[in-house]
């Protein structure tokens, strides 16, 4: 049975409800599935006040040593400014004592994001996640348009095919929807 884990950051609540889609799938296709959180590294001042959301139903990991436990790795992150968030980097920033053991090469990766609107990096994003995912050597399982429901304007939603990603309006008031939850669950099946 394939391990995977789903390692994210959320501030406001959307990447841990795609990590939990994404994690369902996963596990659809008969992985055992860890969902984990990377620390918060805010200042408690900027934490409060912008509202973040300080309820976590998953556990912190702790360092990227565990990391090389798993055959595959979906890293989720929000965007900002057009890449990921600054406690995402600050993780992969410590792994330098697997990458030099080649600890995760052979692996399988992914990505995915969330974004306030709709051209508001989201590609650029999963590409930040997909760099270091790569410097470590994983191979990596994007959002392919075998999931169509990605594709058409319709409705907002999101997707790419770099991987599955949501919009969440400037004031976060947009949670991810079906089209944006089923294709976390897609790229997690993958």
Known sequence: MAKVLVLYYSSYGHLATMADAVAEGARSAGAQVDVRRVPETAPPEVVEGAGFQ????????????????????IVGAPTRFGRMASQMAAF????GGIWMRGALVGKVGGAFTSTATQHGGQETTLFSIITNLMHHGLSIVGLDYGYAAQMGVDEVKGGSPYGATTIADGDGSRLPRGADLNGARYQGKR
Do not use: C, F, K, Q
């Not at 992969?92 to 792994?95: G, N, Q, Y």
């Open 54 to 73: 300080a309820v976590h139903s998953h556990p912190v990991m702790e360092g990227p040593d565990g990391l090389a436990r798993y055959d595959a790795i």
């Open 92 to 95: 992969w920033d410590t792994a």
